[in-house]
């Protein structure tokens, strides 16, 4: 794709390489356990000689610091360099794509802002509090065991327990300056109707006051589509207020056939898109995007991708490294396991509990991965956590809407977070009320509200079942659906599909957990049920699972936990340092062979 840079950090929004500055790389750190530094002003004059490796976090080998244990706050800093001549007419923007919990920034001295959130990404102007030469960046982060800030896989103890890992503690994701013009594209939103053959795209766009709305030359926003190098169509459209829309026809039979490349995991067709902002004519910011056109609907019990029904073969991909945890050691990482994913005979993945760093997203886009982005859950249930998961989910929903990957939201899990809905009336209508805020932001994505068990309102039925044995799993799910569906208990678990008050409408039904297989190794680490013996024992069991849910014909799909061992969960199809424990192939050929006369 045009827009691609190795290393930008969101390549589906990206401006001309000269633009932009990473900081990752050595900062000056230190711990504040008696939370002195705001009232010994360390934010003008920072302590000690410490460093860390940015963006890992202290917690982490990585890092260079590599100390598990709970801190509740934290310092960086380090030094830029500033030309105000050599950057006239821009704006200096320094993004945060994910910083662990509570987030202050302070230039030379000067308080710039502050976010709180994990896993949504935040962006502070900062070029008023600049000056010519040396600038001080100084960031301090809160975090805590709080339970009712969203916190994902993270653990709320001293050590881990259950599913439940090391904690991530600051700055998590890569932190890099860019360069703005004045007037500026600030946002994109992109969305494709295959049917019609159109892109609608909606623009923020950021002007000086007496500029767009006011008496100056005329502002225009140019839109160029390209497919593979070749002219598709363009526009130019009037600027006459900060949030524009428009629509685009894609439809050109002189590139194609059909006139539409559609975007499928087997054939992930993207279009290019270039944006430029024109005062009188003349280029002020330009912007390197792209999108595929797809679909992705419920029609009665099946899922469509493109009006064909999909069945989704999905794994859980909690995004963990050995050494770095959630921090991906580099992009390639993520191709690697995009690829070994493939490789394996899956199509898509349920990114578990985090908000995956956007380059994934990109590749995801460009292979033909499908993606359930899911958010990180909360531990209690009171106004505090409400406030802070609803804030935080519709930012990333918004963030992360122009990525064709993504086909599915998942907002709960396991009732995590909600454990009373069951019953509760509260937790039942703050689940519909994410429901609802979701499909107005995003109306044409399903939307699972808990996902595994006790649902409320939701587009797809999803089961978490960790049977070992496939003939459980057929007599289960084939002969017992309609009572599980009837809000009976089901499965190991014991739990009702339903939430009290709701009740199966004919949606699409998708096994989103089991497997979790793990090789015996004198009891350290844990798996779902027994573990094996040899690979032949692990092959035998995984065919005999996936094999059966695939023989459901009810079922339209189902999610493999996990890609690899997590510290001390060790179910992967891959160790920590990503290889595989049976052979790739033989795991291709259950995933992808024909089962009651259907490629599932």
């Known amino acids: 794709m045009k827009s691609y840079q190795p290393g930008y950090p969101r390549p589906q929004f990206a401006r001309n390489t000269g633009s932009w500055e990473n900081l990752n790389g050595q900062w000056d750190f230190a711990f504040d356990d008696a939370d002195e530094g705001i009232g010994r002003e360390w934010f003008r004059s920072f ?15 990585k890092s260079g610091i590599g100390d598990p244990a709970p801190r509740g706050v934290i310092w960086y800093h380090r030094n830029i360099h500033f030309e105000k001549s050599k950057v006239a007419g821009k704006r200096l923007v320094i993004h945060f794509e994910g910083s662990d919990y509570h987030t202050e920034l302070w230039i030379n001295g000067s308080f710039a802002g502050a976010h709180d959130g994990a896993y949504a990404r935040f962006s502070f102007d900062i070029t008023p509090l600049l000056r010519d030469g040396q600038n001080d960046i100084t960031v301090r982060v809160e975090d805590s065991f709080d339970t009712s ?56 766009v950021k002007t000086n006051p007496g500029g767009a709305e006011g008496a100056g030359p ?67 910011d330009a912007v390197r995007s792209y999108f595929g056109m797809r679909d992705i609907r ?49 199509n898509g993945v349920r990114k578990h509990q985090k908000t995956e760093d956007e380059r994934f997203l990109y590749w995801a886009d460009v292979k033909g991965l499908l993606v ?10 009171n106004e505090s956590a409400v406030g802070h998961f609803t804030r935080e ?74 049977a070992e044995k496939g003939e459980d799993f057929f007599s289960r799910y084939s002969a017992y659906l309609d009572a599980a569906l009837d809000n009976l208990v089901y499965g190991n678990g014991f739990k009702s599909a339903f939430a009290k008050g709701y009740g199966y409408r004919g949606q699409p039904i998708i096994i989103s957990e089991f497997g979790g297989i793990a090789f015996n190794n004198n009891d350290a680490g844990w798996g779902y049920g027994n573990k094996v013996n040899t690979a032949e024992e692990f092959i035998r ?20 936990t996990q890609v690899t061992d997590v510290q001390q969960e060790i179910n992967g199809l891959m160790d920590p340092d990503r290889n595989f424990k049976v052979d790739p192939a033989i795991l291709k050929e259950i995933n992808e062979r024909q089962v009651n006369n259907l490629y599932r």
């Not at 302590?47 to 080998?61: K, L, M, Q």
């Not at 598709?232 to 629509?247: A, G, M, Q």
């Not at 005999?544 to 079922?555: C, L």
Request: net charge negative.
């Open 47 to 61: 302590p000690g000689s410490r460093s860390i490796e940015v963006p890992f976090t202290y917690e982490t080998a």
């Open 149 to 204: 800030q969203p916190r994902g896989k993270q653990r709320w103890k001293a050590e881990n327990f259950g599913c439940w890992y090391v904690q991530t503690t600051g700055i998590w994701k890569t932190v890099w300056l860019e360069y703005v013009p004045e007037e500026h594209i600030a946002s994109l939103r992109m969305t494709p109707f295959l049917a019609d053959g159109k892109l609608a795209v909606e623009a923020d």
């Open 218 to 284: 005329p502002l225009y926003l140019e839109a160029v589509i390209e497919f593979k190098g070749l002219p598709v169509t363009s526009l130019l459209v009037p600027v006459n207020k900060k949030h524009i829309e428009f629509t685009a026809d894609v439809v050109n039979t002189e590139i194609g056939e059909w006139g539409v490349f559609t975007w499928a995991p087997e054939h992930p067709h993207l279009y290019d898109i270039s944006f430029r902002l024109l005062r009188d004519g003349n280029p002020v």
């Open 298 to 346: 419920i029609d009665g019990d099946k899922v469509l991708l493109n009006g064909v029904p999909l069945y989704q073969r999905l794994i859980l991909d909690q995004g963990y490294w050995k050494d770095s945890h959630l921090t991906p050691p580099d992009e390639e990482a993520l191709i690697t396991d995009i690829d070994r994913t493939m490789a394996a005979g899956y």
């Open 372 to 381: 359930w982005s899911e958010m990180a859950a909360a531990y209690e249930f």
């Open 393 to 466: 989910w519709m930012e990333i929903v918004r963030q992360n809407y122009n990525h064709p990957s993504i086909i599915t939201w998942t907002p709960f899990n396991e009732s995590w977070g909600i454990s009373g809905i069951k019953n509760n009336r509260a937790q039942q209508r703050f689940t519909e009320g994410i429901y609802n805020l979701t499909k107005s932001c995003d109306p044409y994505r399903p939307v699972i509200t808990n996902d595994g068990w006790e649902h409320t309102v939701s587009d797809i039925i999803t089961l978490h079942d960790y």
């Open 541 to 560: 069991r995984f065919d005999a699972i996936t094999t059966a849910i695939k023989k459901i014909d009810r079922v339209c799909g189902y999610c493999y």
